[in-house]
Structures are given as C-alpha cells and as structure tokens.
C-alpha cells in the first residue's frame, strides 16, 4: 500500500463546525452542548468476525452482558406495590417489581423449585406463586409456603430466598446488573447527571415504545445509530435540514459517548446558494417534526433555525404548558445522541426525547431486538399519563407501520435498508475486517474498546 501522505490522527471536517452553529443560537448555550472530549483511540480495525462469530458471542454474554448495568424499563411501568415485568437478555430474564412503595426489587426469574419461570407476562401481584406446583414467595422474595411442606423440611428460609440482582433507577429508568460487585450505577452514569440536569427525563412520560427484532447482530443496530456520516447516502432527504459530516462526537467517559448534528441547518455536503430558509424551515418542519402544524412563512430577518425553535417553543408550550422559553435553540432543534454502554442510547434537549435500546436476540449472533422510546414531559397542570403499553412489530411489518413513529419510522426503515445487508456482507468478507474513521466514527471504536476491556479482565480473573 502506498505510503499515507500527511496523516492526521486527529484531522476534522474543515468547514463550520457545531459548535461555530451555537455561536449563532438565540439563548445561552448550556455547558453541555459547549463541551468536548474528543480522544484519539487509536486507527485499528475490528474483525468482521466480532459481529458474526458465535464464540465471541458467547465471550460478550458470559465476560459484559453479565457485568454491565442494563436498562431494563422505565419506573413508572411499575407504579403500584405489586406491579412487576419480565426483562430478558440472551438465556436470562429477570423479573423486576416493586415490593414497596419505595422499594424495586430484581430477581432472576426462576423458581426454586424445579425451575419454572416464576411468571412470563408483566401484571400486578400480591405474592409470588408458581404456576407449576405452586411455591409461593412474598414479594420481598421471602419464602412463604408450598402445598406439601412435609416433603421440604430439608429446605430453609434462607434457601428458599429468592435471588437479587442489583437494581437502580436513573432519569426514570430502572437498570438490573447481574454482577454483585458492579460500581454503582451512578458512577457508570457519570456525566450524563449533569448533562441531563434541566431536560426533565424522570418526569417524563412514555408517549409510545415500539420494538423489532432486526436480522443483523446487536452491534450492527446500535452502531449505525452512533455516526451521522451514513446520512448523507441512506438518508439523502434530511440533508436540507440536519447536518451530517460536521457532526461533533465525544467521548466523556468509558461508558458516555456522543453525537451532536445541528438541526434547521443544511449539511456543508448541500449547495447552500441551492437551499432557501424556508425550504429549510418546510423540510424539518413538515418532513421531520409532523407534530407541530402551525408553521408559517418564515418572517422576514429571521434564520430558519431561530425560527423553528421559536415555533417549537411556543407549539409545545400550547400542548404542555411547560415553560421552554428559556432554552437554546439547539436544546429545541439538534440531534443529541447520547450512548451509555453497552447498549442505551438517549437524546438529549428539551425536544420529545428518543430512547433507543438495542439486545441480543435471543442467543442468535445474526440478529437482535431494537426498541424505540419517544418520553414527553406531561402537561404541567395534570397528572403524568400512564406509560404507553409496547407495540411489538412483526418481521413482516417496518418501523413506518408503526404510526406512532411518525417522520422517524421511513428514516430507521431507510437504516434497515442496510443493516441485513451488513450482517451479510460482514459474513462474506474476504479480510475480515471492519475499518472505522479516527473521528466520526469515535463512539464506535470506545463501544469496541469497552467490550475487549469486559472480556479481557472476565478471561484474565479466570485464569487467576
Ligand atoms: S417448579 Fe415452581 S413450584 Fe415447582
Ligand atoms: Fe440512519
């Protein structure tokens, strides 16, 4: 190969940049949306094989999915004492309730007698009883009877003790870790504490949660939702009005990363001569955010962007009664992809917030379960809606089925145009291996990095 000409590790897109686009914003900018942490973590490459192998498979699922905080559901799916649901990943599932007002509890979802899962669909409940032969468990995982105690004086109390896994909440989600001796989630969470602190996620509430299953391995799926840079050719509409190669990607932590595509503003990829403010203002407006009807000729003077953030401003404000006024328009407009590992990924602003969250199906290597949250802060003067129960979409059916989903479901079904394909080409490789940009595709070499990091100390503690 020739030899690179004037390599830079650290080389950026060269036009405007995200933050000279906030130079521009209406309101103070919050600190978050000013910092930037943007570590050079090396040019390697992955083996294909890491997406498609089912021995590496097996190293994630016994060296990470067991030792990592996973988000399991929101908070308010379980409001009342009793109420419980069932999280599974790979072979495991565990059953989560609240045993107390107070009190969320997590257990592996087995009975202790002859195994059964203690339950298979969510509900409320006052004791725990197995459908089998009927061993029953107080809520606080307490043994309390069984039909023919006679037969088990060989078992005790401490015996029948349902086992717990962690569990911890976080902006309004609950997260299980199978390993005792996880850090606490609140270190995990780390930065996100104080990105998130003014845009409301534990108030919010579940305005629609639609899932499917996607024939391409987990990572496949959660990766092509940590770069922009595929916008341009899979999503060539959004160009008008999101920007792409200029994205600004960080890396806060082990376990945060980030990426941020300023809204109401053409990508630099775009003839901006070619492109009006108002066709700016119409594509994001109409295109991207269905849910606000009432916009206009831009006004004279105005940018499309301070515009439409205007506008979002004051039509959420009519729907919610929530104060957004004193929020920047990129709090209003951007995309603010936020990742904590392995596999949660939540926007921040102040805008409808999306949630996605991407797991193994099953122990198949060659696909995966995607989820799609949307959380809306509730009107301000009434009671916080109840969750939206999950909209489960078959094989047959895409995301745009999902009408819920408005404007996002053709842009993710644009993004299963390839992902399949992913899957399939990483299979017919003939190096096996997957090249990553230094830059833009940062977040995706630290999930890499972070996944080696798991199964190395899993082999090497092993060993020792
Ligand atoms: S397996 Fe649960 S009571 Fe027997
Ligand atoms: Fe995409």
Redesign the pocket.
């Known amino acids: 190969m020739a030899k690179q000409q004037n390599f830079d590790k650290h080389a950026r897109f060269e036009g405007e940049s995200y933050q000279d686009v906030l130079d521009r914003d209406s309101r103070d900018v919050p600190e978050a949306l000013r910092a930037e942490r943007a570590p050079y973590l090396g040019s390697d490459s992955v083996p294909a094989s890491h997406y498609t192998s089912q021995a590496r498979f097996d190293l994630e699922e016994e060296h990470m999915w067991s030792r990592v905080w996973q988000m399991a559901c929101r908070e308010d799916e379980l409001s009342n004492v009793g109420d419980f649901l069932i999280y599974d990943i790979i072979d495991k599932s565990v059953l989560i309730l609240r045993s107390e007002p107070d009190r969320l509890q997590a257990y592996y979802n087995t009975?202790?007698?002859?195994?059964?899962k203690?339950a298979t669909i969510p509900g409320n409940k006052t004791e725990l009883r197995?459908?089998?032969?009927?061993?029953t468990w107080e809520l606080n995982g307490n043994f309390k009877s069984?039909p023919t105690p006679w037969d088990y004086q060989h078992l005790t109390a401490e015996k029948l003790k349902l086992p717990e896994l962690k569990i911890d909440t976080w902006g309004g989600f609950v997260f299980i870790n199978f390993n005792k001796d996880a850090p606490p989630l609140a270190e995990v969470v780390g930065p996100l504490e104080s990105h998130f602190k003014n845009w409301f996620l534990e108030e919010r509430y579940t305005h629609y949660h639609v899932s499917k299953v996607i024939p391409c391995n987990w990572k496949v799926a959660a990766e092509a939702f940590m770069e922009s840079q595929h916008a341009p050719t899979t999503h060539p509409q959004i160009k008008t009005h999101i920007t792409d190669v200029n994205s600004q990607y960080d890396v806060f932590s082990d376990y945060v990363t980030r990426q941020i595509s300023a809204g109401a503003e053409p990508s630099p990829l775009v003839n901006r001569s070619e492109i009006s403010e108002q066709k700016i203002v119409d594509d994001m407006m109409v295109r991207r955010y269905k849910m606000y009807d009432d916009v206009d000729e831009l006004p004279e003077g105005l940018s499309a962007r301070r515009y439409v953030a205007q506008c979002a401003r004051e039509s959420m404000n009519r729907v919610n009664g929530f104060d957004y006024e004193t929020y920047s328009d990129a709090e209003l407009v951007d995309s603010i992809l936020y990742n904590l590992f392995p596999n949660f990924s939540v926007w921040g602003g102040i805008k409808p917030t999306r949630v996605y969250r991407w797991r193994p199906n099953g122990r198949d290597v060659d696909s995966c379960i995607m989820e799609i949250y949307q959380l809306n802060i509730g009107n301000t003067d009434q009671p916080k809606p109840p969750p939206a129960a999950t909209h489960v979409l078959s094989d047959k059916e895409r995301w745009s089925d999902a009408e819920e989903l408005g404007g996002l479901g053709a842009i993710a079904d644009q993004d299963m145009g390839n992902l399949p394909y992913v899957q399939e080409g990483l299979k017919a490789t003939g190096n096996n291996e997957v090249q990553f940009a230094n830059y833009q595709d940062m977040r995706i070499r630290q999930h890499h990095i972070m996944i080696q990091r798991f199964i190395d100390e899993g082999l090497e503690k092993k060993v020792s």
């Not at 009975?111 to 059964?116: E, M, N, V």
């Not at 197995?130 to 061993?135: D, K, L, M, T, V």
């Open positions: 009975c202790l007698h002859r195994g059964r203690l197995c459908p089998f032969h009927g061993f069984c």
